[in-house]
């Protein structure tokens, strides 16, 4: 055991909370009504909302109210700080109150920080369990009350740019939604509007199938052969590619011989299309490694022709279709897995407006994108920079004057 801090005490976390446990309320009484009270079941501490209501009786020792600290008692036992008005706690949710020697905004902050440890050492077959033994005995350091409201000062100063940060990156998410409904259906300063496999269109627009202005090639299949070879390149697969964006923290790597490095090697400007899993998701490769290729989860398209298509509006072109409007549902064969073959996706439909015009487009809509962008970037810094302030503020490490 390290050296306690100056004036910090070594102690059970029961000497400095209480807990409720949920009561098992009967199923028979839950419903969807919403003239009935809340009911928090445990998929609700995540979201902060209720879906489902009791018309039985219930005793009023159960009921929660907006502050109240909840704690998840199943899987990752997720921590939040109610804000869903008046609702009841139902089984294997437990509420947090604080004794006269904490302070409410410290305890939250110091559960937050010490549940993922406690989850990491619950053994487990199934689904982990967290029993109020295990909290009311966990040991830890405690600062005296006036040191805790300072920290938790600071802490929840950094909660709320977190949270307006987080509404902040929300209102331009629905606003590239909205621009993408509105410009690749509409487009720019159209008054004639004809039918097309996707929906009204401007007049003026054409249609093609993606084999007209696109090359699709699938990327190498996996193998453990291809694993253990001697010449390793690093590959991209269906997890490292997200909507708009790739992703290479995980990227990983196995044998290309000399025939796949140049079948398989990625190029400036190719638009990479997930195959399976969340079909559709597209990104364009803008070469952050020097070299890289790609696995058979992915469709590699690459434009035939200059000017003709730009492939950043055929990016947006599929995530608004794919991932917001489902029009191409119809086209994914699914057996157990969803998959999106080459061949239907050589004669998927595509709206094709003037290269001007989708320049345009594209212009407009990348514009909200990079401020999205730099929103999510600030959001990752500010995570990062709690982390390291309840790293320090919550052991000790750094003292902050009461």
């Known amino acids: ?30 419903t969807n009504d919403k003239k009935f009270i809340p009911i ?35 899987g990752d036992f997720h921590i939040t700080k ?64 006036n040191e805790q409201k300072k920290i938790a000062e600071i802490l929840t100063a950094v909660d709320r ?68 070879g001697n010449d390793q390149k690093i590959y991209l697969g269906n997890s490292n590619v997200g909507w708009d964006e790739i992703n290479l923290e995980k990227s990983l790597t196995m044998e290309f011989n000399e025939v796949e490095r140049k079948k398989f090697r990625l190029k400036s400007g190719d638009l990479l299309v997930c195959e399976g899993g969340e079909i559709g998701r597209a990104a364009i490769w803008r070469e952050s490694l020097e070299e890289c290729y790609y696995q058979k989860a992915l469709h590699r398209l690459r434009a035939k022709k200059d000017r003709v298509i730009d492939t950043q509006f055929m990016q947006y072109y599929l995530e608004l279709n794919f991932r ?4 191409f549902s119809s086209l994914v064969g699914t057996t157990s897995i969803s998959h999106f073959t080459r061949e239907t996706f050589l004669k998927l439909p595509v709206t094709l407006p003037s290269f001007e015009e989708q320049e345009k487009i594209v212009d407009i809509i990348s514009k909200i994108t990079f401020s999205l962008s730099n929103q999510k970037l600030k959001l990752e810094k500010l995570i990062n920079l709690k982390k390291g302030l309840m790293n320090d503020l919550l052991t000790g490490k750094t003292r902050v004057k009461a």
């Not at 050296?3 to 098992?24: M, R």
């Not at 501490?45 to 209720?50: F, P, S, T, W, Y």
């Not at 006269?100 to 982990?128: G, Q, R, Y």
């Not at 249609?207 to 699709?216: A, F, G, N, S």
């Open 1 to 30: 055991m390290s050296k306690a801090p100056s004036g910090w005490t070594f102690e059970n976390l029961g000497k400095y909370i209480q807990i409720l446990s949920g009561y098992a309320f009967k199923s028979e009484f839950f």
């Open 40 to 74: 928090i079941r445990i998929r609700d501490i995540l979201d902060g909302k209720v879906e489902t209501f009791y018309h039985g009786e219930y005793d009023e020792n159960f009921l929660v109210k907006n502050g109240d600290i909840l704690i998840g008692m199943d």
């Open 82 to 145: 109610w804000r869903a008005g008046k609702s009841l706690l139902n089984q294997r949710v437990c509420k947090i109150t604080t004794e006269k020697t904490a302070i409410d905004d410290f305890t939250f902050h110091f559960l937050s920080k010490i549940l993922p440890e406690i989850n990491s050492l619950t053994a487990s077959t199934t689904v982990k369990h967290l029993s109020t033994k295990d909290l009311n005995e966990y040991l830890g350091y405690f600062p005296p009350i």
């Open 161 to 228: 740019v977190i949270k307006l940060t987080s509404m902040e990156i929300d209102k331009l998410k629905d606003l590239k939604k909205g621009m993408m409904q509105e410009l690749l259906t509409k487009g720019i300063g159209h008054t004639k509007f004809k039918d097309s496999p996707v929906g009204k269109i401007p007049e003026s627009w054409d249609v093609v199938e993606t084999e007209m202005i696109y090359d699709i090639q699938l990327g190498k299949m996996l193998s453990p052969v291809a694993k253990l």
């Open 324 to 327: 917001y409007r489902n029009v």
